[in-house]
């Protein structure tokens, strides 16, 4: 097994995904790795809901699809690559992106993860630490997996879809599965553009 450092450089974005199922133990571990994120008081207000039903990834898909093809992708064809990423490896991640656009109910597992109470500016930190956490053990167990949040955009009718409580509120879907491609190293922009030293917009110095 990669070291925990080469895990985070080859945690990609992986969006295509083999319907293959998962097996329970391997999907447990993927779960305890959330439970094992620093949140909050240690209140542990997350909750995970794990969805393998297809007729609740259907339902909920339509929306991710709206999404996509009415507001995020056109967004993104209308822009330029981010930083340290080549306008062909921008094309690639359009492409792979509408890819679970029209493909995201075919990934076996879904794992959404949600807070329970009223949402707040400091509600991610309390969240979002049991996401990358996931994301990390999927990558270490051989899994790929994104945290996307397209749907938001239709959020009551996505979470409607999915049966979710009034009081519980989502904050990203997370599709997992065996992926198709291959693990590679995430492309950044180099630390001498957005790290700071003492004064905004000083330089770091390493």
């Known amino acids: 097994m990669p070291d925990l450092f080469d895990i985070m450089r080859t945690t990609r974005s992986m969006r295509r995904l083999k319907p293959d199922p998962i097996p329970n133990d391997v999907l447990g571990q993927v779960l305890e790795a959330g439970t094992s994120a ?121 979470e409607a879809a999915m049966g979710l409580p009034s009081d519980a509120h989502s904050y990203a879907i997370l599709p997992l599965g065996y992926p198709l491609g291959k693990f590679g190293p995430v492309r950044r922009a180099p630390l001498a553009q957005v790290v700071y030293e003492d004064h905004w917009g000083t330089a770091y110095q390493p």
């Not at 949140?39 to 990834?57: E, H, P, T, Y």
């Not at 009415?70 to 890819?99: D, N």
């Not at 656009?101 to 930190?125: F, K, N, Q, Y």
């Open 38 to 158: 620093a949140n909050g008081g240690n209140m542990q207000s997350w909750r995970f809901l794990v969805i393998r039903d297809q007729a609740i990834k259907d339902a909920t898909a339509v929306f991710y699809r709206r999404a996509w093809h009415e507001f995020v992708g056109p967004h993104y064809r209308g822009g330029g690559p981010a930083p340290g990423t080549s306008p062909e490896a921008f094309a690639r991640m359009i492409a792979a992106a509408e890819h679970l656009a029209d493909h995201l109910h075919e990934a076996p597992v879904w794992i959404v993860p949600c807070l329970i109470g009223v949402p707040s500016r400091t509600s991610g930190s309390s969240i979002y630490p049991a996401v990358q956490n996931m994301l990390l053990a999927a990558r270490a167990l051989g899994l790929g997996c994104t945290l996307t949040t397209l749907y938001l955009r239709f959020e009551q009718e996505a």
